[in-house]
């Protein structure tokens, strides 16, 4: 019956979809990357460094107690 719709998409519109959908599926994989990037810490900032309590274990940051008046 050459009146009857079919309900699959044609080769055209397949191909053109999955590549729409793998240029999509690259800009937000970018757009991760780049936001990971933005909340990276360098590597020897204080909350990565393993040695920070060593070395503050001194009290040499400590505060005196009277300071706070």
């Given amino acids: 019956m050459p009146d009857e719709k079919t309900t699959e998409p ?3 519109d ?4 999955l590549d729409r959908l ?3 599926s690259q800009d937000v994989k970018a757009r991760i990357e780049q936001e990971k990037r933005k909340h990276d ?3 020897d900032s204080n909350l990565g460094d393993p ?3 060593e070395n503050a274990a001194d009290g040499h940051l400590d505060v005196p107690e009277d300071a706070d008046d």
């Avoid at 397949?14 to 979809?17: K, R």
């Fill in 10 to 12: 044609s080769t055209d």
């Fill in 22 to 24: 793998k240029k999509q």
């Fill in 41 to 43: 810490l360098p590597l």
């Fill in 14 to 17: 397949f191909s053109n979809s």
């Fill in 51 to 53: 040695t920070w309590e």
